[in-house]
């Protein structure tokens, strides 16, 4: 089999895609509808490139900019059920530490409703009844558990709403906005399920869930009888179920014999559950309520790809779809409920509607030891998939899963020439506890043997060269970067390690204090601190550093609460001393992950000549990149 040279392949291509188009900022994106269905949110650059909140009237073209963010950039926003105020979350530097503010559009005066340090808020529930207030979970009184405060959004006083004994996880707020529901994460890596009559009597428990399975609260019905649920008890996967809090009797509302329960939609007012999806391949929807159907089927005629409800009024008149798809942006639809019609509002990065962008392919193959393992495929646009250098792209998590639609790391990596493979390796969530279970206890283990099992089908496929095959990911994909180098050396040319932790003692010791009820669930699934030190070293790339045959690229966030710093620099350390070839890049005001564009930008340009260099495909000039706080060493 020949090689097509860098030059052959360089003509094939499409022209190079400025880093810019990628990894910059969008041009607009995330729109919410006001309750009273009069005003569009949506974030977007400002002048300086800062991500923020805009608002226009529906209808007209009255842009203005509602806050004034100055350096990070917000992502997180929602409307209040008052139609004059919003709420977005902003963290310092990446630390997760989320404060709340509160933003009049009238007034476009901007209020920190949780300003308290290192403290983090997560918002629990707002409701049109009563639409001054908020539920608000912090970490006020012991940065290790989420106690309940609502906050008023007229004042700003924060009253104290409901203790958190200490290991509850998530709260559920009823019809009358009183928490009646709560998960909790028990000893034994279980769940249960929590639930109290009145306010006033102590929390009782509903359903234990054990370390293998997985479940929680939803919500409750208007009239308070029923709590939905999701868990995978008597079930391979998650399924929606109705409980009835007077006869403590579950009844199956949506189920899949494969995939667990993906997105629920709920009806704004009723609270009536209209439609599940099911993270398959691709999206499946199942709709429960016979009165969107029709709205349904208008919807999935307006253009390809997935869509999803993202936004609606309060009177259920007009919502917001959004349509991904793998070659292009996110596409942003206003439709109308009574003339079943739909409006372009805009798509999210329009620079990418005329470029020759990948697509990506579900495929499917068979573990060494018969397991079916999923995934993703991206062929470079203009090559045939013969002999390509390739990426293996590992999602982080590693509970969470891939999905279908478009990335920009996958394109950028296409449009350089590569084939791209992404693997929803065991562990994997989404696809039924049998399978998420065959990761337990497996990091460095099974979970890799599914990676390499991948490596190995693309090179019988003959797609990948398998000379020029590099390893890559961020967190988890990270780890699993280093465990590539170290345990499996000869497999891979070179090695992408974003946020990736090299030692599972030293990260389970240095976790946020939040996450301490949930330890007992990373023992089940990762190993034991406490007891299993040496079993958690055998699986942490730092202890085998002197295997590792083939250079190695770091990016870290300083301010990084889940993977810290350490992590990423004793790696370095200790492949410096050994004389490996190490390059390391750490971002002084980032976390788990680069959120400023200047740090992304910075960063894949670094990668990108490092992948060039040893896989051979094509690279636009690193440049000068203004306003990066990287650190290259």
């Not at 929807?285 to 089927?297: K, P, R, T, V, Y």
């Not at 020759?356 to 991206?378: C, F, K, N, Q």
């Not at 279908?404 to 790391?409: A, E, L």
Request: glycine content about 8%; overall charge negative.
């Amino acid at each position: 089999m020949t090689t097509a040279t860098a030059s052959q392949s360089a003509t094939q291509l499409p022209p190079l895609i400025p880093r810019e188009t990628l990894f910059g900022n969008p041009e607009r994106t995330r729109p919410q509808l006001s309750p009273d269905g009069k005003y569009l949110a949506y974030i977007a650059p400002d002048e300086k490139n800062v991500l923020q909140v805009w608002l226009r009237s529906v209808g007209q073209e009255d842009d203005r900019k509602l806050t004034d963010d100055q350096k990070r950039g917000i992502r997180m926003y929602f409307w209040t059920y008052n139609a004059d105020q919003l709420i977005y979350l902003q963290d310092s530097d990446g630390d997760e530490n989320f404060h709340l503010y509160l933003v009049n559009i009238q007034s476009n005066i901007v209020r920190d409703l949780t300003p308290f340090q290192g403290v983090k808020a997560q918002v629990v529930e707002i409701d049109p009844e009563l639409p001054d207030k908020v539920l608000v979970g912090l970490n006020l009184n012991n940065q290790q558990k989420f106690d309940v405060y609502c906050i008023d959004l007229n004042n700003g006083v924060v009253e104290f709403d409901t203790d958190n004994p200490g290991n509850i996880i998530s709260w559920t707020a009823d019809a009358k906005f009183q928490i009646r529901a709560a998960t909790a994460a028990t000893p034994d890596g279980g769940y249960e399920l929590l639930f109290r009559e009145t306010l006033d009597v102590p929390w009782e428990t509903l359903r234990h869930w054990g370390p293998d399975e997985q479940g929680g609260a939803v919500g409750f019905s208007a009239d308070n009888q029923t709590l939905y649920v999701i868990g995978s008890h008597d079930a391979n996967a998650q399924r929606l179920l109705a409980l009835d809090l007077a006869s403590r009797e579950e009844t199956v509302i949506a189920e899949d014999e494969q995939y667990d329960v993906g997105g629920i939609l709920t009806h704004p007012t009723t609270r009536v559950i209209q439609a599940v999806s099911f993270d398959k391949d691709k999206v499946e929807w199942q709709i429960l309520d016979e009165s969107i159907a029709a709205d349904f089927e208008a919807i999935a005629q307006v253009r390809d790809g997935e869509f999803g409800v993202t936004s609606r009024d309060l009177a259920d008149k007009n919502w917001l779809v959004a349509y991904t798809t793998d070659d292009g942006p996110v596409y942003y639809y206003a439709y109308n409920r009574e003339s079943k019609s739909s409006t372009l509002l805009f798509s999210n990065q329009p620079k990418l509607e005329e470029l020759s962008l990948a697509s990506m392919e579900p495929v499917s193959y068979e573990a060494r030891d018969g397991l079916t393992i999923h995934g993703y495929l991206t062929i470079p646009v203009g090559l045939e998939p013969r002999n390509l250098p390739t990426v293996l792209l590992v999602h982080g998590g590693p509970w969470a899963r891939d999905t279908w639609g478009y990335s920009p790391i996958v394109q950028w990596l296409a449009n350089r020439g590569y084939a791209v493979l992404q693997v929803n390796f065991r562990g994997s969530t989404g696809y039924g506890k049998a399978f998420l279970n065959a990761g337990n206890r497996q990091w460095a283990a099974t979970m890799h043997d599914d990676l390499i099992d991948g490596v190995n089908w693309l090179v019988k496929q003959g797609i990948a060269d398998p000379e020029k095959i590099a390893i890559m990911g961020g967190s988890y994909g990270g780890y699993a970067t280093l465990v590539g180098l170290t345990y499996t050396p000869d497999v891979f040319a070179a090695g992408v390690d974003i946020v990736g932790p090299s030692n599972l003692v030293t990260l389970m010791k240095s976790i946020p204090p939040y996450w301490a009820p949930l330890l007992a669930n990373m023992y089940h699934r990762v190993g034991n601190m406490e007891t299993e030190e040496e079993f958690l070293k055998s699986r942490s790339p730092l202890f085998f550093v002197d295997r590792i045959q083939k250079p190695l690229l770091i990016g870290q966030g300083a301010n990084d609460p889940r993977v810290k710093q350490a992590e990423s620099e004793q790696i370095v350390e200790a492949m410096k001393k050994a004389g490996k070839p190490v390059e390391y890049a750490l971002y002084t005001d980032e976390g788990h992950g680069f959120a400023r564009p200047e740090n992304r930008l910075h960063f894949f340009a670094i990668a990108e000549e490092f992948l060039a260099k040893y896989l051979g495909g094509r690279f636009e000039p690193v440049g000068d990149i203004q306003g990066h706080s990287g650190i290259v060493s």
